[in-house]
């Protein structure tokens, strides 16, 4: 009891006094200290009125009656309590003042029960409080500066993302031109070959008006390899539909992948955000590793898409890069309770523990000068700590690296308490 009360005892505006069953004095704080007749020490074990002989011994008495009556028959913590106006006399140099008294009962473990007396000044407390509402103008003012400062926070991270994105997109642009030139090329080649095609064509049909016979038109149609022409128009136009559609493709992953100022959290398949992303950087994977996936069942995920979506690119493009030669990329997805995952595990030259403890720095990377910006991990980092999840990093040196992320289902928006 004695090291709770003690753990009381500050700079409180308000006067503590415990008393015993005897009203001999067995604690009182420093605040109390300063109205005693004598030494503070010496107050402990007298009589409360032997200690301030100015206080009304009737009244005193009387409100310790009312209160032993009320612990006898305890109602609501707010009734019944003791209250009583009491004159200090003068002590330590002060003079003498009007407190008002709050007494109540309570049981002090060894010392059995005992009285609290609480001595407050209104006016003290007035100040008190003044002091107090100032104190929480002040917070709310460094509470306004902080929203201001993870306002501007968001602003220079959303800003970073962007130049992130732009030159992850610079960096593939080569790629992506490259994946787009494939098919257009041999669209190109299919429609120059098409219209001699159909020159070929236009002769045979100009020659049922003139021919003299069906036999110089099977001849002309023979000449002209009319039965392969059939056959390879067909080929042709089908060849061309699917480069067309190749580069529809990758447009439409582009459109998708490069909506950067989204902010909308929305419910996605997280498998298409994956496959999208893969077209995008396909040109920069498919040179350096074989990608296996080995997908799970997973619930759609309320996220950001165009910003995990950022995630899965940096992840796969990381992995790439870390590889000498040809090697293996794993692209895994799971689902557990609320939460769900996608891994990206590499089977490049993985690190050190004390480059996975860096990786996630800003500006930190360990390729060569030149070849990026150190934000890609720390970005993603941010990117998955918005959505409330977090990141999972295995990796030893010369055994790759295995980057797991983790996602809640729904999100949830976080407010500052």
């Known amino acids: 009891m004695q090291n709770f009360l003690n753990a009381l005892d500050d700079n409180s505006p308000i006067g503590l006094v415990v008393l015993d069953q005897n ?20 107050a402990i074990g007298r009589h409360f009125l032997a200690v301030f002989p100015n206080v009304d011994g009737a009244a005193f008495a009387s409100m310790l009656a009312r209160d032993e009556t009320r612990a006898a028959a305890p109602r609501a913590p707010e009734e019944g309590l003791a209250e009583v106006e009491i004159r200090l006399g003068r002590g ?10 709050l007494c109540f009962s309570f049981s002090g473990g060894d010392w059995g029960l005992c009285h609290a007396l609480l001595f407050y000044d209104p006016d003290e407390i007035d100040g008190f409080h003044r002091g107090f509402a100032l104190t929480i103008r002040r917070l709310q003012a460094v509470q306004l500066e902080k929203h201001r400062l993870q306002k501007k926070f968001e602003r220079t991270s959303n800003h970073l ?8 997109i610079g960096q593939l642009a080569a790629g992506v031109a490259h994946e787009i030139n494939n098919p257009i090329g041999y669209v190109f080649s299919n429609l120059r070959t098409l219209a001699g095609y159909m020159q070929d064509l236009l002769k045979i049909t100009d020659a049922v008006d003139t021919a003299n016979s069906l036999e110089e038109l099977r001849q002309l149609k023979q000449t002209l390899e009319y039965s392969y022409i059939r056959r390879d128009v067909e080929a042709l136009i089908d060849e061309s539909e699917e480069g067309i559609g190749r580069v529809k493709k990758i447009i439409t992953a582009l ?20 496959e999208t992303t893969l ?33 899965v690119m940096n992840l796969l493009v990381n992995a790439a890069q870390s590889i000498s030669g040809f090697g293996t990329i794993t ?3 799971g689902h557990e309770d609320l939460w769900v995952w996608l891994e990206v595990e ?23 000068l030149g070849q990026g910006t150190g934000l890609g991990l720390s970005l993603s980092y941010s990117i998955v700590q918005k959505h409330q999840g977090h990141i999972e ?22 407010t500052d308490l």
């Open 279 to 311: 077209n995008v950087a396909n040109n920069e994977i498919k040179y350096k590793a074989k990608v296996v996936k080995e997908y799970g069942v997973l619930p759609e995920v309320e996220c950001n898409a165009s910003q995990i979506n950022q995630v």
């Open 346 to 368: 590499d089977t490049g030259r993985g690190m050190d523990a004390s480059t996975v403890k860096k990786i996630f720095d800003p500006f930190f990377t360990t390729k060569p």
């Open 161 to 168: 993302l962007q130049s992130e994105k732009l030159a992850g």
């Open 255 to 274: 459109k998708d992948f490069s909506h950067i100022d989204e902010e909308t959290f929305r419910r996605v398949d997280l498998h298409r955000g994956i």
């Open 331 to 333: 692209i895994r997805t």
């Open 92 to 101: 330590c140099g002060q003079t003498a003042r009007l407190l008002s008294l």
């Open 393 to 414: 990093v295995v990796s030893q040196p010369g055994e790759g690296a295995r980057f797991r992320v983790w996602l809640p289902v729904i999100h949830t928006e976080l």
């Open 23 to 42: 009203s001999a004095i067995k604690h009182l704080n420093r605040c109390m200290a300063r109205w005693t007749t004598g030494v503070a020490g010496q």
